[in-house]
């Protein structure tokens, strides 16, 4: 009978900081993609290279998904049956993918080099956060 159930309580805290950290990067995203279209590339928090407007994309595009990846996690917490696993991990696993081509972008940033900002080098932080949380998720899936 207590199969499944002990990995049930730690589901909650788990959603919980992922969302936290999908909304710091998508409100991260969205600030410097607003100033990066109104054209203060030299904001003192902003910065960036050539490959920033590829990382704010997608940084954007990944926080969105996350979220909505939270929710369905939150949703299938809820629910706790198989047809909720389903949707909650094919979201997860969509966010992972998304979030590890901006950290191939975060990558490429670092590479280019040039100023970059506090704000865009905390949201490449996060970034990488994300992606080595979601995969350690992942990978417990699959391991289980």
Known sequence: MAI????RGLVSPLLAVN??????ILGLAAWSLNKYING???HPHLGGNTSTWFLLTFALTAGAIGVC???????????????????????????????AIAVGFVCKEIILGGHRGKRLQTLEAFAVISLLKVSCCILDWFFY
């Open 4 to 7: 499944g159930r002990v990995g």
């Open 19 to 24: 969302f936290v950290v999908y909304l710091i």
């Open 40 to 42: 203060e590339q030299n």
């Open 69 to 99: 990846s939270v929710t369905a996690g939150l949703m299938h917490l809820r629910a706790w049956r198989s047809e909720s696993l389903a949707a909650a991990s094919s979201l997860a696993i969509l966010s992972w993918s998304v979030t």
